[in-house]
Structures are given as C-alpha cells and as structure tokens.
C-alpha cells in the first residue's frame, strides 16, 4: 500500500509546482504593468507639480465679496482634494489665475404686486492653470489650443419669500465652481 501512495504523491508534486511557478510568473508580469501606479488621489492629478499658488481672484462686478469668496473655496478646495500644497508665488511649480467675469440674476416670477417670487442667479468665472515655464496645464477638452482659460459658471435658484438671499445663492455658485475648477485640475486620461 506505501508503494500505490507514493507514486500518486510524485505525481501531484510536479503539478503543484508547475501551478506555483506560473501563478509566480504571472504575478510578476502584471505586478510590472502596475509599477506606474498611484495610490491615493495623486494619481489623478499630474506628477511633475508640488506646489500651486492662487493670487487673489480678478473681479469684474459689482459683488465685491464673490472675489474673497471664490479665493477661499479654491484654495479649501486645493488643500483637501488635491495632493498640492497652496503656497506663495515665489516657490510655486504653477499658478491658478480666477476672474469672476459676470454675476446675473433673472426674475423667474413675479406676484401680484411685481415683488420677485423666484429668481434664477449666475456666475461666470475664467480660470487659467499655468506652469512655472508658461505652459497650460488646464486645457479646454473642445478648443484645446485656446490659452485664455477655461469658462466655468453655475446657476442656482432662490425664493425670496423663502428666506433665502442672493448672497447665500452667491455663495452656493462660488463653491460649485471652485469644485469644477479643481475638478477640471486632474490630469486627462
């Protein structure tokens, strides 16, 4: 009985190795088609930048504080969702240039007596990311040779009656865009 049993257990050694020995050599090819990759969110944006500065936001309107506003969001936004670090100019590797280009607000509807019931308010920004060498690092994904930036705006509605200013829809707008701006930051695929 020892020799019926031994000869099936040189049998399935060979095999066994041939599976280890493949199960290696299959490992290791794939784990070299993984050496590029990035863990966390780093892998996202592009590796060649460190540091961003963020100059104090351009504003053509009349809303004064949509500037400050928008600085801020950006820069919260860049610290939290971004492997970057928001420094001075001096030791940037790149430089996000924002100019709030227009804040409108349409009346959507009226009572009786002509007060706005509901109103629809927009804001327009440009943003243009740029490399310490000059070079764009945001592109627009339809007219890529474009060198002014990327247009982005956002559009919120509010009811008056409803306890709701255009100040907080403002505010709303100016976070949703500076989201997109650091969204539009990532490295294309």
């Known amino acids: 009985m020892?020799?019926?049993?031994?000869?099936?257990?040189?049998?399935?050694?060979?095999a066994a190795s041939l599976w280890w020995a493949s199960a290696l050599i299959v490992m290791t090819v794939g784990g070299?088609?993984?050496a590029p990759y990035q863990f966390?969110?780093?892998g996202l944006?592009?590796?060649?930048?460190?540091t961003v500065h963020v100059p104090s936001v351009r504003n053509e309107t009349f809303r004064h504080?949509?500037?400050?506003?928008?600085?801020e969001a950006l820069v919260r936004e860049i610290e939290m969702r971004t492997p970057y670090k928001v420094t001075d100019s001096s030791v940037a590797d790149s430089t996000l240039v924002c100019t709030i280009q227009s804040e409108i607000k349409h009346v959507l509807t009226e009572t009786d007596s002509?007060?706005?019931r509901a109103l629809d308010a927009?804001?327009?920004?440009?943003?243009?990311?740029?490399?310490?060498?000059?070079?764009?690092?945001?592109?627009?994904?339809?007219?890529?040779?474009?060198?002014?930036?990327?247009?982005?705006?956002?559009?919120?509605?509010m009811v008056p009656e409803a306890g709701q200013s255009i100040d907080t829809t403002n505010l709303e707008?100016?976070?949703f865009i500076a989201s997109r701006i650091v969204s539009q930051m990532e490295s294309r695929w």
């Open 173 to 175: 707008n100016v976070e």
């Open 65 to 71: 504080e949509l500037g400050p506003q928008l600085h």
């Open 122 to 157: 927009a804001v327009v920004v440009n943003a243009n990311w740029i490399g310490r060498g000059g070079v764009a690092l945001m592109q627009d994904s339809v007219i890529p040779e474009k060198l002014s930036g990327i247009t982005f705006s956002s559009d919120s509605r």
């Open 32 to 34: 070299a088609g993984c």
């Open 2 to 14: 020892c020799f019926l049993i031994q000869p099936a257990r040189l049998h399935l050694r060979p």
């Open 114 to 116: 002509d007060d706005p």
């Open 45 to 50: 944006f592009p590796s060649g930048i460190r």
């Open 40 to 42: 966390g969110n780093a």
